[in-house]
């Protein structure tokens, strides 16, 4: 059963009112000022005997759908000599906003499940976990992650990726969607991680999503192209078919949110992936979309998208996986852009009081970026094929 959010708010507030001093490596920082000297030297030299955290000091505040904090860190003598790591990045569910927006649809958990569980095994470049852990009761989380900021280029809106740098990121989810393609294990040890549609649909429905969805689809209008923007009304269902396709498509591991923001470059081109708290058991094909459409320009895609396709394709038989037909990738490319498209125009159709998730400059380009292939591919007749 989904909880409510008159729920999450109760055992908010409880937690507030018991709130803790983190000492122990269990306990649970209710907020990141909390945080001692004490429990970091529990969680991050556990295994280096007389390292000790001297002194900690706490980055600017950085709020979205999770909160996140960078914090520096000066060890003693013996954690210096023991080479431990000095800058961490940290992100967790401290805040109310940011248990409504994860909490219902198990995204708090997804991301320490992944960092605990699944970055050992499927061998994607991601941001070395340090610590990651969530509290099942109160939803509070936090992940510790180490700070990569000086050693590789986060990609922002201005980011103009190359045509290797999409080949690298089909490369990762290749080998993230291959490792359990089919694997029995979906349904074993890994059930703990939600299926695709169902936190698709816990999201629209419960969190109320939806109304956010075709408010921001229709404040979105003069992004989108006029041809698509006619048939509004379709839209909608379109991304509704586009998630239940998910319960009969071959299924694995997926991330989910892999728009242009969510990657890095390495010094050495490769591409690397950030914030997993949508990780989920479903079908790769809405990440292709979502990760082709927002990567480069509408008139890169067309150049590309295709050969990356084909591409996709090749990456999976590397795998040892059977090879896909293109005309049913190509197929599935096309019906999930729209499942790709509610995650933007979701998040600019926010109501008023709710919190900045992305600046709107970024929902309106990645809307229009998505809503333009749509477009191209004369997706909304896709789904009588």
């Known amino acids: 059963m989904t909880i409510t959010f008159e729920e999450i708010k109760r055992r908010f507030h409880e937690e507030q009112r018991d709130s803790i ?14 945080i001692t000297d ?137 080998k993230l969607h291959g490792k359990y393609y089919q694997s029995t294990e979906l349904e074993g040890r890994l059930s703990i991680f939600s299926k695709w549609e169902n936190f698709f649909r816990v999201t629209a429905f419960d969190a109320g999503f939806e109304d956010s969805c075709i408010r921001g689809f229709t404040m979105a ?9 006619a048939r509004e009304a379709e839209v909608w269902p379109a991304t509704l078919s586009a998630a239940d ?21 390495r010094p050495d081109g490769e591409m690397g992936i950030n914030d997993w708290q949508n990780c989920a058991r479903g079908n790769g094909s809405r990440d292709l979309a979502y990760c082709i459409s927002t990567a480069v320009t509408p008139e890169k895609r067309r150049m590309w998208e295709k050969e990356l396709l084909a591409y996709y394709i090749d990456e999976l038989s590397s795998h040892g996986l059977p090879p896909l037909e293109f005309e049913t990738l190509h197929l599935r490319y096309r019906q999930q852009l729209f499942a790709a498209l509610a995650w933007w125009s979701g998040t600019l159709g926010q109501p008023p009081d709710a919190p900045a998730m992305q600046p709107s400059e970024t929902s309106l380009e990645f809307i229009r970026r998505i809503s333009i292939a749509i477009n191209d591919l004369d997706a909304l007749d896709s789904f009588n094929k």
């Open 221 to 229: 209008k003069d992004v989108i192209p006029t041809r698509l923007f």
């Open 38 to 174: 004490e429990w970091l030297t529990n969680v991050l030299a556990e295994e280096t005997l007389g390292a000790k955290v001297l002194k900690h000091e706490l980055g600017p505040i950085d709020n979205g759908t999770s909160n996140r904090r960078r914090i520096r860190i000066k060890w003693n003598q013996r954690g210096k000599d023991a080479g431990l790591i000095e800058n961490i990045f940290c992100k967790g569910t401290q805040s109310l906003e940011s248990r409504y927006m994860l909490g219902m649809n198990e995204g708090v958990q997804a991301e320490v499940n992944f960092y605990n569980i699944l970055y050992h095994e499927v061998n994607v470049i991601a941001p070395p976990p340090l610590f990651a852990r969530y509290d099942a009761k109160t939803l509070n989380s936090i992940i510790i992650l180490e700070d990569l900021t000086d050693e590789v280029d986060f990609c922002g809106m201005e980011t103009d990726l190359s045509y290797a740098h999409c080949q690298s990121q089909i490369r990762l989810l290749a």
């Open 245 to 265: 396709m998910h319960e009969t498509m071959p299924r694995h591991m997926t991330h989910n949110d892999v728009h242009l923001k969510n990657w890095f470059i």
């Open 21 to 34: 001093t983190p000492i122990e490596r269990e306990d649970m920082p209710p907020t990141y000022e909390s």
